[in-house]
């Protein structure tokens, strides 16, 4: 990470009084391209190698190499910012592609970018039914229309008997165990719930319910933990997770910090209170989390994880 520029000064003291989830070794702006194309953190390599970023309006990726700060053009597509995935070994890249069908009804296909060769396929044709999708390995795994499709891409196997998949389709959590997809709402089927993701063990799963908050539980629902306001939340391990705390004016947001908190409610701001930091994406293996803030500026936190939380 040497090659990131301005480097920032420690947090404000206010934020030592807190409780220690992480040790955060700096806060740095990443110089990026002078694109508004790049203007948000879509993903992030788990090698912390490089970062994907993507407009406002969540068009196009384009690939910032952290080591060299050189950047390319990987898509313009619609819709290819929202849910962009990178594979554990970071050489593989899927993100949806949203256009317009018949009737001028939209539909999303997946396509997924092979780093090494170059290459790029569309992995799933457009549909209208498309509702969550994951690189799990050398296989993509979607659900689309309620049934789950694996399908090998270079050195992948069939990925039968890997890691469920949650998804969603109208605001409902589903998840698919085996090729059986069920609709998972542990807080009330009459609410709607987002951003939706599962443990790296693959045991619990974290998401947020509108109006009520993050909360995370296990497969069968069990085990209910709530996390309070805490939004776009991200795992860090199977312990902790990384989300944003906001404030807005009805209109946009006007306070944001980023925030790690335990399972077991031990909590940590990460950023200083004089930035409006928004959408954190970890590297947990590389010990890094980027993140955007409302002036189009992208920052990357190093950390380090205290064997235990002090609260």
Not at 44 to 56: A, C, E, K, Q
Not at 177 to 192: A, D, I, K
Not at 237 to 247: A, F, K, L, N, Q
Request: proline share 5%.
């Amino acid at each position: 990470m040497k090659h990131i520029i301005l480097l920032l000064t420690a947090l404000a003291a206010a934020l030592a009084s807190q409780g220690q989830v992480l040790q955060v070794e700096r806060v740095a702006r990443v110089a990026t391209p002078a694109s508004p194309m790049a203007a948000e953190v879509a993903a992030v390599d788990p090698n912390g190698h490089y970062v994907l970023l993507t407009s406002p309006s969540q068009q196009g990726l384009t690939l910032l190499d952290l080591r060299s700060l050189q950047s390319r053009e990987l898509t313009r597509a619609a819709g290819a910012g929202f849910g962009a995935k990178v594979s554990a070994d970071g050489t593989l890249v899927a993100h949806q592609e949203v256009s317009t069908g018949a009737g001028h009804l939209l539909q999303r296909a997946v396509v997924v970018h092979d780093l090494t060769s170059g290459t790029a396929t569309t992995a799933l044709p457009a549909t209208r039914e498309l509702q969550g999708y994951d690189l799990q390995g050398g296989t993509l795994a979607t659900v689309a229309g309620g049934q789950a499709r694996l399908k090998a891409l270079r050195g992948g196997s069939d990925g039968r008997g890997e890691r469920p998949i949650v998804s969603n389709s109208n605001l409902k959590l589903q998840v698919t165990q085996h090729g059986v997809t069920r609709q998972f709402t542990p807080n009330g089927p009459e609410l709607s719930y987002i951003w939706a993701s599962l443990s790296p063990d693959g045991e619990r799963v974290l998401y947020y319910v509108s109006e009520l908050g993050c909360y995370s539980c296990r497969l069968d629902g069990s085990g209910m933990t709530s996390l309070g306001r805490l939004s776009a939340p991200q795992w860090l391990d199977d312990d902790t997770v990384v989300g944003m705390r906001e404030s807005d004016d009805g209109v946009r947001i006007t306070q944001s910090a980023i925030i790690a908190k335990t399972l077991d409610g031990v909590e940590q701001q990460l950023t200083a209170s004089s930035m409006i930091a928004i959408y954190p994406h970890v590297a947990a293996q590389a010990g890094m989390i980027a993140f955007s803030t409302t002036e189009g500026d992208i920052y990357i936190i190093e950390f380090t994880k205290p064997s235990t939380p002090q609260p």
